[in-house]
């Protein structure tokens, strides 16, 4: 029988409400890990199950410090030879975001894979009970070694890079971007869709890569920042040079169509650039890649102004990864190879 840990982070799978009614309006990670492990019935049949609770939030108020605690846990499960996974209960707010963190700084080898619920642990036909279950028995699966960090929802099994959260209340909350589920979960077997994605597959820029410390001062932040803008019309563009202003030593602006931007705004962006800021350009479009050199005019062009484009990383995804490449120390053209990694 597998050995699997159990990193119980908080969300709405450990929520509590007064009453079974109560589907919002409840206190996030009220309920300890180990009452949700007790929860499930036949949990312990998949697993041999260890557990631990570095802290309890709603995912809402995430800091890159929780996930820095989360990396480091992760990272030292992997060189485990006593654990053969690990699941991680967590709220489906910020998860999408978390599990690519994650994903990009862990070790490939052991599964880990992620879930949460969409009714706290109190509500009548709760569904964290079956998510947690669902996520162990992935975890469990010789079939998950190797794809890096998952998310199971609702029978359904995700890869971190797409992963998305699509509804703001449904049970069926997550769906993937530009791509197929990784696998589902029916009747307890785990049914894998495809074999190991390449991306998976390729080395990692940075399962290595030394991490800070987790540090909660107040406006520090552990990771280096980085903004993320969403274009409108009328967006103002002088909101650039206040990111810099605060630190910001990358910018991902969420264009529209392909990553497009009106000329003040692309002005400014360029200044930035010139100025030693990474500029990602992504798209407020739910699906599709932004690609280089759009623009009718070449000294317009990502490459006469030193952007980088997105590719098929979205905008949330997009300001995680240039984080990532900041850390590693990397430049625009490095980290453009980075984004293409993920075509
Ligand atoms: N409470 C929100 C969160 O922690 C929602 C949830 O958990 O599902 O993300």
């Known amino acids: 029988m597998k050995t699997l840990l159990i990193i119980g982070t908080g969300g709405t799978?450990?929520?509590?409400?007064?009453?079974a009614t109560q589907t919002?309006?409840?206190?996030?990670?009220a309920v300890p890990v180990g009452e949700l492990i007790d929860n499930v019935p036949g949990l312990r049949d998949v697993a041999r199950i260890r557990a631990t609770q570095p802290f309890?939030?709603?995912?809402e108020?995430?800091?890159s410090a929780h996930w820095l605690i989360l990396a480091q846990l992760v990272r030292k499960a992997q060189s485990d030879p006593a654990l053969d996974g690990v699941v991680i209960t967590h709220g489906t707010d910020t998860m999408e975001e978390t599990a690519f963190f994650l994903d990009l700084v862990s070790p490939r080898g052991k599964p880990v894979v992620m879930t949460g619920a969409m009714r706290p642990a109190t509500a009548v036909s709760a569904d964290g009970p079956a998510n947690l279950l669902g996520a162990c028995r992935i975890a469990a699966d010789d079939g998950a070694a190797g794809r890096g960090v998952l998310v199971a929802f609702n029978d359904r099994v995700f890869?971190?890079?797409?992963?998305g959260k699509v509804h703001t209340l449904r049970l069926d909350a997550f769906a993937a971007r530009d791509a197929a589920t990784v696998g589902e979960v029916a009747d307890a077997t785990v049914r894998w869709r495809?074999?190991?994605q390449r991306t998976a597959l390729r080395p990692q820029a940075f399962g290595a890569l030394p991490l800070p410390e987790p540090v909660f001062e107040p406006q520090a932040e552990a990771l280096p920042r980085v903004a993320l803008m969403l274009q409108h019309v009328d967006c103002d563009e002088t909101i650039v040079q206040w990111h810099q202003k605060r630190g910001a030593?990358?910018?991902?602006i969420a264009g529209s169509g392909n990553g497009m931007l009106p000329d003040p705004m692309r002005a400014a962006l360029a200044r930035a650039s010139r100025s030693g800021c990474l500029i990602v350009r992504a798209s407020r479009v739910p699906s599709g890649p932004v690609v280089r050199n759009g623009e009718a005019e070449p000294a317009d062009r990502d490459d006469a102004l030193g952007l980088i484009a997105s590719?098929?990383?979205a905008p949330l995804k997009a300001r995680v990864l240039l984080q990532c490449c900041l850390l590693a120390g990397m430049g625009a053209a490095e980290t453009q190879q980075q984004f293409d990694r993920f075509g």
């Open 159 to 163: 890869a971190a890079a797409t992963v």
């Open 56 to 59: 309890s939030i709603g995912s």
């Open 194 to 196: 495809e074999p190991v």
């Open 13 to 19: 799978i450990a929520g509590a409400a007064p009453a």
């Open 311 to 313: 590719g098929f990383v």
């Open 249 to 252: 030593r990358g910018i991902v």
């Open 61 to 63: 108020h995430m800091r």
């Open 24 to 29: 919002i309006g409840y206190r996030a990670g």
